[in-house]
């Protein structure tokens, strides 16, 4: 009986969502009520008044403002626009070229940013008014960058890997190793993605020769304050002068005495990234509140176990199992904040892995990816609701959808490369825990 | 009606300012703690315990009435071309009673919480001492009553145009 | 008796010993009542160990493994077993004194009445020991050395000896012996393998410096626990009481070892420090102790009880079934359950 319950909650769940109504505040509807039906008035009192201060009262949860900080000073004082320019003067020339720079800027910028979140909101600022003026069609470019700042999630540092490692009780710092090269290869496949469309279909993206691409030199040297970031905040990193959590507030500092000491720090440089910052924090924290409402929601009406003993009880191969996992994470990326989908669902298939023989370290890179897919997949994406905050002048949140799927596509391909390979993505850490 | 506005807006504006007070904290105080660290082997072991308690608790809840003012609530707009605009704006005022309902409903149950807290004086154990931490769990009903109040205003607002108007200037500025 | 589902989480995830004790604890309610009383295990997605007494006072769960440790503030007195922590040597041993110390403190009872819960035993961890980065054999070696604490009695150890205690989440243990912002920490060894510090520490030194063991791992809510019939109360603790016990074996004995073999392997040296060390170690522990002992009625009344089990275990040995008989003999079978905890 409960267990229908769940999954009407789903159901409800997704007709509030196309109704409108905001999704933390649908999440947290869901969640009451279903609780309510089930155990009572005290227990769903209880979620609503226990859950909110619990989420957000944690030090590992600051890396949020703190790399969100750090994304919106970068920006608004030009320093990522440097990125964005250095890999302008390099690949601009290419077809697509304004899409394939901003897929390499993202991928740079993966190495100071610890979320995807933080990443689409950097790059979405610059790049998307750029591509968009240069003839881009919006949606595309819009998804381009939702689907470019997951590569922030994989390319370490990463908050989704270091509370996996936490999770399933593996090292981080291998799960980190093991991220760096299916980082690289999202961004290369995104950069196919986007050579297809523009050889195709010009309409969408325009051909070469739309932009002048800035003199190679001048934009190094732009780029030389956000090199320096970088050295600072991974150099800190791993010579043990702070820890990853710690790193988002160093990053941010370092970039405020930066701009500071180029002169580019006005007031209204501080007001603008302070607001956004805060903003985008609260609206994020509020929805992971939501889903962890929703997570335990599940956990109790017993659609959580009902998925497992379904998956551990049919004898089936492992690839089948896999394959079976593999589809729930995308289903589950669809609706869920990932942080949610991980509770729900690592305590029910590291069993299932470990028993297999598989690498922990592997799969903890997988279940990144997939979650990262969902990202970016309606209903719920939330790498796409940060884009439509930074460029609603341009697009509406079904257009980064519409923008998003060739690249879904190309996420596909990867996730089966995982599969497939997975030496792709255990080399790193074989040869470095090999050298030791 | 005017002085409502103002009142309103006035507060969310404020408490969200103190979230960014929070964030500017934040990010002096950790830097502070891995400067004096490397530098001078110091500790100073309460950080984590700080951010996570207050100004993380600041940052997630005190901006949640200016946030509702200026509509950026994260919803998907995945219908909105299929549905007629009379439909919408009914909708509009529907969401916005349903957001006054369950912002009213999480600041009863956590200024409740909060009570509770105080009473029992809860603090945390570090190294030498215990820091008591139950101040911070009233941000919660704080933030969540400001988005009541938003929540509220916001259906006024939207059966009343003129009022919207007064609405605009008092939120006012970027709002991009 | 009237067939009733209990909803119960250890809070901890697949691989935790609360986990290992709530699946028997499962087990041993259907056997007990002969079906007619049975547990739901809720997972730590639903309930963490930090949010046990929110979902114990707001009924989400009717039973939760709680730690007083994390709530100092509402268990005050019944954390003063855990203030005597550096005198823990026997696992077993420290989990039936914190048990039989509980059920018969007066203002411990008061602190689980006044949340609305009720105890129904502990359990108890390995003797800790040092893991750091840098060797450490002699008390010279721990000078100067940044060592996370878990708590009040470790970090008074570390200063005596020199060292700097540091305050630091256990999740971020990795991360700070991984860069240096710590030397080591004062942990079980089965954090080698719960937090993969077999990945980045280097050393292992057989000191023990006590156990973790104020724990309360079948905490029921109070009107559950008072809505039973005496004879369903006395089902629920016979199951709790075979199934405590087996925290301990988990915590104490099969996860340490298996986190030994794996310190093995990875070519971790096991240090066993000198003997001026361990017998500075062992003074400190005990005039530690003392000065707890002195300051406090009730830390006379937990020693007193160390001193009572650690006699029977080394008697009794490690069986987890012969200790839960002799702890229903020594300990239970004097509570009246018409009146306990309501
Ligand atoms: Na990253
Ligand atoms: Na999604």
Redesign the interface.
């Known amino acids: 009986m409960s267990v229908e319950i769940g999954l009407w909650g789903v159901a409800i769940l997704m007709g509030l969502?196309?109704?409108?109504?905001?999704?933390?505040?649908a999440l947290?509807?869901v969640s009451?009520g279903g609780?309510w039906a089930m155990?009572?008035w005290?227990?769903a009192?209880?979620?609503?008044?226990?859950t909110?201060?619990?989420f957000?009262?944690?030090?590992?949860?600051?890396a949020v403002?703190?790399f969100l900080?750090m994304g919106f000073v970068a920006y608004h004082t030009g320093l990522t626009g440097g990125l964005f320019d250095a890999a302008k003067a390099l690949l601009a020339r290419l077809p697509g070229g304004l899409a394939i720079s901003s897929i390499f800027a993202c991928s740079a910028f993966a190495a100071v940013s610890g979320s995807s979140l933080a990443n689409s909101a950097a790059m979405g600022r610059i790049a998307i008014p750029e591509m968009v003026k240069a003839g881009y069609r919006p949606s595309i470019a819009a998804g381009c960058i939702a689907a470019g700042g997951t590569i922030g999630a994989l390319i370490p540092p990463s908050i989704l890997m270091i509370i996996y490692?936490?999770?399933a009780?593996?090292?981080?710092?291998?799960v980190f190793l093991g991220g760096i090269s299916i980082g690289l290869i999202t961004a290369l496949s995104y950069c196919i993605v986007v050579l297809c469309i523009a050889w195709f279909r010009p309409d969408i993206i325009p051909p070469t020769g739309a932009v002048e691409p800035p003199d190679l030199w001048q934009s190094l040297r732009q780029v030389l304050p956000i090199v320096l970031l970088i050295i600072l905040v991974f150099g800190?990193?791993?010579?043990?002068?702070?820890?990853?959590?710690?790193a988002?507030?160093?990053g941010?500092?370092g970039t405020?005495a930066l701009a500071a000491a180029m002169g580019r720090l006005t007031r209204d440089v501080i007001r603008?990234s302070?607001?956004e910052?805060?903003?985008t924090?609260?609206?994020l924290?509020?929805?992971g509140i939501g889903a962890t409402m929703f997570?335990?929601f599940l956990?109790?009406s017993g659609v959580?176990n009902l998925i497992a003993s379904f998956v551990s009880d049919s004898g089936m191969s492992m690839m089948l199992v896999l394959l079976i996992i593999i589809c729930i994470y995308l289903l589950l990326g669809t609706f869920m904040e990932p942080f949610g989908a991980m509770?729900?669902t690592l305590?029910i298939f590291?069993?299932l892995i470990d028993a297999q023989g598989l690498s922990l370290v592997w799969f903890g890179v997988l279940v990144v990816k997939l979650l990262e897919v969902g990202m970016i997949t309606?209903?719920?994406g939330m790498n796409v609701?940060v884009i439509k905050?930074v460029a609603?002048?341009y697009v509406?949140?079904?257009d980064v959808?519409r923008g998003v799927l060739p690249f879904i596509l190309a996420d596909l391909v990867v996730v089966a490369l995982i599969v497939a390979v997975p030496s792709l993505v255990l080399f790193l850490p074989e040869l470095v825990s090999g050298a030791r | 009606m005017h002085m409502i506005i103002r009142f309103s807006a006035g507060l969310c504006r404020l408490l969200s300012f103190i979230g960014g007070a929070a964030v500017v904290l934040m990010m002096l105080h950790v830097t502070l703690d891995v400067v004096l660290l490397n530098l001078f082997r110091v500790s100073m072991n309460t950080t984590p315990e700080i951010v996570a308690r207050y100004y993380m608790v600041a940052v997630a809840f005190l901006p949640l009435g200016w946030l509702t003012l200026r509509n950026q609530m994260i919803s998907v707009e995945l219908l909105d071309f299929v549905l007629p605009k009379r439909l919408r704006e009914n909708l509009d005022v529907l969401i916005a009673l349903t957001g006054t309902l369950i912002y009213g409903m999480l600041t009863y149950a956590t200024w409740f919480k909060a009570l509770r807290e105080m009473r029992s004086g809860s603090f945390v154990e570090l190294v030498r001492f215990q820091m008591p931490v139950w101040h911070s769990h009233f941000l919660v009903p704080i933030g969540f009553g400001a988005a009541t109040l938003a929540c509220a205003l916001m259906t006024i607002v939207l059966l009343s145009p003129r009022s919207r108007e007064l609405l605009a200037s008092h939120i006012g500025e970027d709002t991009e | 008796a009237m067939s009733q589902n209990l909803r119960g989480a250890g809070g901890a995830s697949q691989a935790h010993p609360s986990t290992y004790m709530y699946e028997r604890f499962a087990t041993y309610l259907e056997e007990e009542s002969g079906g007619s009383m049975s547990l739901s295990l809720i997972g730590p997605e639903v309930v963490t160990l930090t949010q046990v007494p929110d979902a114990l006072q707001s009924e989400l769960i009717n039973i939760g493994n709680l730690l007083p440790l994390f709530f100092a503030s509402d268990f005050p007195r019944t954390n003063v077993a855990g203030d005597m922590a550096l005198i823990g040597r026997l696992s077993h041993a420290m989990a039936l004194a914190m048990t039989e110390f509980v059920v018969n403190c007066e203002p411990c009872q008061e602190e689980f009445s006044n949340k609305g819960m009720v105890f129904l035993g502990a359990g108890a961890s390995d003797p800790y020991v040092l893991i750091t980065t840098t060797p450490v054999r002699t008390a010279e070696d721990l000078q100067g050395l940044r060592l996370r604490s878990g708590g009040a009695p470790f970090s008074r150890w570390a200063e005596n000896f020199g060292a700097t205690p540091v305050n630091m989440p256990v999740g971020e243990q990795f991360e700070g012996l991984n860069q240096g912002t710590i030397d080591g920490t004062m942990s079980s060894i089965v954090d080698m393998l719960s937090f993969r510090l077999v990945d980045v520490a280097r050393y292992v030194t057989d000191v023990p410096l006590g156990t973790y063991h104020v724990t309360s791992n079948f905490t029921v809510n109070q009107s559950t626990w008072g809505g039973m019939s005496e004879d369903d109360r006395a089902t629920l603790l016979r199951a709790a009481n075979r199934a405590n016990p087996t925290l301990t074996d988990r915590w104490g004995f099969q996860l340490p070892e298996a986190a030994r073999n794996a310190v093995a392997e990875a070519g971790i040296e096991v240090i066993t420090p000198d003997e001026a060390l361990l017998e500075a170690s062992n003074a400190f522990a005990a005039s530690d102790a003392e000065s707890r002992i002195s300051a406090d009625e009730l830390a006379g009344d937990f020693a007193a009880m160390v001193e009572k089990w650690t006699t029977i275990v080394e008697e009794l040995g490690d069986d987890p079934v012969a200790l839960s008989e002799r702890a229903m003999e020594e300990i239970w079978a004097n509570v009246d359950l018409s009146t306990y905890g309501i």
């Open positions: 969502l196309a109704l409108r109504l905001p999704v933390a505040l947290i509807l009451f609780i155990l009572g005290n227990p009192m209880g979620i609503l008044a226990n909110p201060y619990s957000a009262a944690r030090w590992t949860m600051s403002p703190m900080l490692g936490v999770i009780e593996t090292s981080i710092v291998q800190g990193l791993f010579s043990g002068m702070f820890t990853a959590t710690q988002g507030a160093v941010a500092f405020v603008r302070l607001n910052t805060v903003i924090t609260s609206s924290l509020i929805i997570t335990r956990g109790i959580s509770l729900v305590p590291l069993p309606p209903p719920v609701f905050n609603s002048r509406m949140v079904t959808f």
